[in-house]
């Protein structure tokens, strides 16, 4: 079983949409989790951290965290085409990413 | 706060050739610097992790002897793609934590990356 898995996408919402990207991992004790965003020719950059049960916001964008079901989410209210990228989720700094989430907004 | 600059962001060599990019922390210092490359519609694939003042530790399948890695600084690392082929042609991206190598509470930040086309 792989550390950390994403829902492979792709995941394609229309504008104004809700998109909702997934992450599971199977270290118990992890303890930070980080959503990257990654647009196309582009290095990766953060846009989410969190660290505690529960949910964090960051204008349209929520983390959501529970530990107990070991999964970590990205909200993206208001999705906006600018928005289209491929998220990636890390656990613990862990510097090796998987294929991320394709997310492609539509106008 | 916490910025990496990578240069050159592109260049173009001939086979043969080697190319050197440069890493650098512009305002933290980076014990650990990370060496990714990246083909068109691909993962990020992690290629060597760049400790200060000691050895890279490569990946699987990554060669060595090709890839050299310089971690002299606290805020530099080099990557020198020696012997280059097309097939090298890449993008290869450098990262950095602010944290101590030990720490899990701190992200990983970027370099804008390096286009690197090998003819």
């Known amino acids: 079983q792989k550390e950390v898995e994403q829902n492979s996408g792709p995941l394609s919402v229309p504008e104004g949409a809700i998109a909702s990207l997934n992450c599971t991992y199977s270290d118990r004790g992890s303890q930070s989790f980080f959503w990257y965003r990654q647009y196309s020719g582009k290095s990766p950059e953060l846009i989410m951290s969190i660290y505690s049960n529960g949910d964090k916001e960051d204008g349209r964008f929520t983390a959501q965290l529970n530990k107990a079901s070991q999964y970590v989410s990205l909200l993206i209210r208001d999705s906006q085409p600018s928005d289209s990228a491929t998220y990636l989720c890390?656990?613990?700094?862990?510097?090796?990413f998987g294929a991320g989430t394709r997310l492609t907004v539509k106008p | 706060g916490a910025v990496v600059s990578q240069h050159p962001s592109w260049v173009i060599c001939k086979s043969g050739t080697s190319v050197k990019i440069e890493c650098r922390s512009l305002?933290?210092?980076?014990?650990?610097m990370f060496w990714y490359r990246q083909f068109p519609k691909q993962s990020l694939m992690l290629m060597a992790t760049?400790?200060?003042?000691?050895?890279?530790?490569?990946e699987q399948g990554v060669e060595k002897d090709k890839f050299l890695i310089n971690h002299a600084s606290l805020t530099l690392s080099t990557l020198t793609v020696t012997s280059a082929h097309p097939e090298d042609s890449s993008f290869y991206i450098c990262?950095?934590?602010?944290?101590?190598?030990?720490?899990?509470?701190?992200?990983?930040?970027f370099g804008n990356g390096t286009r690197l086309t090998v003819t």
């Open positions: 890390a656990v613990n700094n862990d510097m090796r």
């Open positions: 990262s950095a934590t602010s944290g101590p190598a030990s720490s899990y509470n701190s992200p990983l930040h």
């Open positions: 305002d933290f210092q980076a014990t650990t």
């Open positions: 760049s400790n200060e003042g000691s050895k890279a530790t490569y």
